[in-house]
């Protein structure tokens, strides 16, 4: 029983130990690294975005996203203009503007949820390398009148 109890004690001193090492560490991080000048390079930005990043609030949800005018662009590669992701019921509808995925393998409107984009105007394309336009894995697209342009580098 001894035994039992002195191992407990010894996983919270190691728990205790670990987060108290990693938030200092991570404040001297924090004052001697460029993380805003880090998290924006080519390599990492592709992947992540800055929580104050536009793009981040046009991800998608199970609530609607209405785009009517504008330009949105996705340069990175491997990057979605705006997506519609995972168990998603939400509804994104397109009426005007230019969304476009102008790095290599991008795609300008991504629904890899199981909610519904409708595209009913402006216009949509992927001019980077093996990139698509509009990119849909198990919710539903519907591209409606007036038409809508749709330009793209890869046919699926």
């Given at each position: 029983m001894e035994q039992k109890k002195?191992?407990?004690?010894?996983f919270w001193q190691v728990t205790y130990a670990h987060t108290i090492s990693y938030f200092i560490a991570g404040i001297i991080a924090t004052a001697f690294f460029d993380y805003r000048e880090w998290w924006s390079?080519?390599?990492?930005?592709?992947?992540?975005?800055?929580f104050e990043a536009p793009i981040v609030a046009l991800g998608g949800g199970d609530g609607t996203v209405t785009i009517t005018g504008g330009t949105i662009e996705a340069t990175g590669s491997y990057s979605n203009a705006v997506q519609?992701?995972?168990?998603?019921?939400?509804?994104?509808?397109?009426?005007?503007?230019?969304?476009?995925?102008?790095?290599?393998n991008s795609?300008?409107?991504?629904?890899?949820?199981?909610?519904?984009?409708?595209?009913?105007g402006g216009t949509?394309?992927?001019?980077?390398?093996?990139?698509?336009?509009?990119?849909?894995?198990s919710g539903t697209v519907n591209i409606t009148e007036p038409p809508a342009?749709?330009?793209g580098t890869r046919q699926i």
């Open positions: 002195g191992l407990v004690k010894y390079s080519e390599y990492i930005s592709a992947f992540y975005r800055d519609q992701s995972g168990n998603h019921i939400g509804t994104m509808t397109i009426t005007d503007g230019m969304i476009e995925a102008t790095g290599n795609t300008a409107v991504s629904n890899i949820g199981s909610g519904v984009v409708t595209i009913s949509v394309s992927a001019t980077g390398s093996d990139s698509r336009a509009v990119y849909n894995w342009v749709i330009i």
